[in-house]
C-alpha cells in the first residue's frame, strides 16, 4: 500500500480530532488548497477500505472514521511501520543535516540537491531555514561559491544539535518506534534515516535498567533524549568524529559512573571506544536532565531552597496572593530549578515548543517569574524564554490548584515534564467540575501497568499507538477545542461513566462543596506530623566539642551517642551514607560557618537533627565549590522512607538555617536554649498555616 505523507497526516488528523475537521479546515492547516484535500480524501477512502473502516462525511461534524476499534488501531499501527513515498520539508531537512554532518569537506550545491531529489531553489531554502536553527548551537553552514556548503562548529555542538533536531521534529516518531521495537512490531531497516533498530533497543533497555531504575526517575522527554544522545555519541565515534581535545576535571558524581557503566557495556556489545571526552559530554547531558518525581528530591539544597523560597516570595507579592505555604511548588521548583541550573551553566539550549503559547496565555506571569528569577539568580547571565516558561508552569498549576471542583477519574499521560503534566492537571479539574481525580503517569508507567480500565478518560499530549483503549490527545496547555472534545466525549459516555458510580447530586449541593480528604487521611497526616516534630525537639542536641576538630571523628562520636539512644544502628552504615553524600558536593553553608552534613538511611530510625560546635573551625568544601572553615557541623538524619508531610518538616527547617542573618547567627552559635526556641518558633508558624488553618 502507497500512502503519501499528506494523505498520512490527514488520515492522523481525522483519528485525533474525529468530527472536528471539514476539508477546508484540513485545507487550511496543511496550507493546500480544498481541492487538493478532496482529491486526497479520494484516495484515503480506498486505504481505509483495506481495513474495513469508512470514512463519513458529514456537514455538521465533519470528517469522521467509523469502524471497529481494533481496525482502527490496526490502520494506526500500520501508519506507523510505513514510509511515505515522498518526504515532508522536516524529513528533507533532516537528510541535508544528516549529509553535512557525514564529511568534512564540502559539498557541492548540485551534489545536494540531487541527494535529496529537490531543486537548488528549494535546496537554497532549505539550507537557509537550518543555518538559522543552527546558530543556537553555534554550529555555522558555510556556503562559498566555487566551493561548496560545510558545517563547521565543535564536535560537541555538532552532537546537540542533531539531538535537538530529532527531539524536536521527530519527538514522537522516535517513542513510537521504541514501543514497536520493544514489542518486536518493527520491521524498519532503520528509523529516521540515521538510527539502526537493534541498537537503538540496546540502548533503550540499558538505559532504563541503569538510570531508571534508581529512585529518582527521569522525565520521559529527557529520557528519550539520554537515549538519543547516548545512540549519537556512539554513532559518530565509530564513524570517526571525536570530541576535540580539552582539559576534562575528575568527575566522581553519581551520573559519571552510570554513564560510564552503560558506555562499558556498549563498548562490550559493538566494536566502538568512548574517551574521557565522551563520557564527560554525556554525564553532562544526565546532569542537566529533568526528573520525573518532585517528591525524590533532595532536602538538603539549603541554599538552592532559600532561593526558590525568594522566588516564590516575589511573584507572589507581583500577583497579590500568597503561594508561599504551598509546598506542592516549592518541590516541583526545587526539582526543575536545580537541572535548569546546571544546564544554563553548560550553555545546554532547551527548546520549549509551548514558550510563545505561554507567553500568549499568561503574558502578566511570565513577566511576574522573569523578574523574580533575574533578581534572585543574578549568576545566571541571561533566562532564556525558554526555561522561563517551563518555571511558568509550575506557578500556572499551583494558581489553578486554588479552585478546583471534583467528581470522574482522569490519567494524563505526558512526556515533556512535571510542571507541563501538573499544568495540564489543573485546568483539567478546574475545567471539568465532573472530574474526581486527575492521575499523572509517564509513557513507560502506562506501558508497564497495561490495564487502565479504573480511569474514565485517558488524555495524552503525544500519540500513544501501543494503547488498546479509546483517549484524547489534546495540547499540553489545553487549548478551547480540546476543552470542546473532552467535553463532548463526557457527554456521549455519560452512561457508561455513571454506571458504577454513585450520583450526589441529590444529596446535597456538590458543586459548590470542595472535596475533603478522608478522616483517615488527615489523622494520618497529623500522626506524620506529630511525630515528626516531636522527634525532631526531643532529641535535639547541641555537643560543644573542644578535643579534636577532625569533623569526620565527631560526626562518628555523634552517631554512637545516637546509636545508644536507639535511634538508629548500625553506625558504620550511617556513616559510610554521609561520606558518600559529601563526596558527591560540597556541604559548607557559605558565608554561615556552618556545614549541614545529612543522608536519608535505612538503619535511622526517626528524624534526627543535631548540632556539634568546634572550639576550632576546620576546612570544608562549600555548596559553592569553594573551601571554607566550619564552625558549627549540623547532623540531619532521616530514614529512608518518609512521608510527605515529614519531607515538608525536613525542608522547612533546613531552608530555614539560612532565611536571614538572625537564622544564621541562631543556628551558628552554641546556645542549645536559643536554637530550640528558634525551632519551637518555625514548627509553631508551620502548623498554624498549614494544619490548623486548613
Known sequence: MFIT???????????????????FSIATFLNVSVRTIQRDLKTIEKILH?????????TKDGLMIEGKNEQIFRLIQHLTGSQPVDQPPQEKKLLLFLNLLQESESFKIQVLANELGVSITTLTGYLDELTEWLRNFNVVINRKRGVGVE??????????????YFLLYFNEELIESLFLLEKGQSNQNQILYFFQPNRLLDIDHLVNNEVNSRQSRLADSDYIGL?????ITMQRVNDGFLIENEIISRDDSDEYRLIMKICS?????????????????????????????????????????QMIKNVIQYVSSQLHIDLTNDFSLYQGLLAHMEPSLFRLKQGLKLFNPLTEEIKRKYPVLFLAVKNSVEKEFKEIEEFPDDEIAFIVLHFGSALVLREEEIAIKALVVCPTGIGTSKMLASRLKKEFLEIDSVDIKSIKDVQLQGNLQQYDVILSTVRLPFLNKEYILVNPLLSTEDIAVIRGFLQKNIENLTKNKLYSGTQENSSSKKLRPSLMEVLKEMKD?????????????????????DYKQIMQGMLEKARKEKLLTNVENVMDSL????????????????????????????????????????????????????????????????????????????????ENNDAIMMFSSADEAVIRKKMESIFSDYLFTNLIKE
Open 5 to 23: 505523507s499528506r494523505e498520512k497526516a490527514i488520515i492522523e488528523l481525522i483519528i485525533k480530532t474525529s468530527g472536528k475537521h471539514t476539508a
Open 50 to 58: 483495506q481495513f474495513h473502516l469508512q470514512l463519513i462525511r458529514n
Open 151 to 164: 558545517l563547521k562548529g565543535t564536535e560537541k555542538n555538532k552532537r546537540k544539535a542533531l539531538a535537538s
Open 227 to 231: 537515549v538519543i544522545q547516548i545512540y
Open 265 to 305: 557495556d556498549l563498548e562490550k556489545r559493538f566494536s566502538v571506544r568512548f574517551n574521557e571526552g565522551d563520557l564527560d559530554f554525556l554525564t553532562t547531558i544526565l546532569k542537566g536532565s529533568k526528573l520525573q518525581e518532585a517528591v525524590n528530591i533532595p532536602y538538603d539544597s539549603v541554599v538552592l531552597g
Open 529 to 549: 506530623i506529630q511525630t515528626g516534630i516531636e522527634a525532631i525537639l526531643q532529641h535535639f542536641r547541641v555537643y560543644r566539642v573542644k578535643d579534636t576538630n
Open 579 to 658: 561520606i558518600d553524600r559529601e563526596r558527591k558536593g560540597g556541604l559548607g553553608i557559605p558565608a554561615t560557618g556552618m556545614g549541614l552534613f545529612h543522608c536519608r538511611n535505612r538503619h535511622v530510625h526517626q528524624l534526627i537533627f543535631q548540632i556539634a560546635h568546634l572550639n576550632e573551625p576546620c576546612s570544608v568544601m562549600g555548596m559553592d565549590g569553594q573551601s571554607m572553615q566550619m564552625k558549627s557541623l549540623l547532623l540531619m538524619l532521616a530514614p529512608e522512607e518518609l512521608s510527605s508531610r515529614e519531607q515538608e518538616i525536613i525542608s522547612l527547617l533546613s531552608t530555614s538555617l539560612i
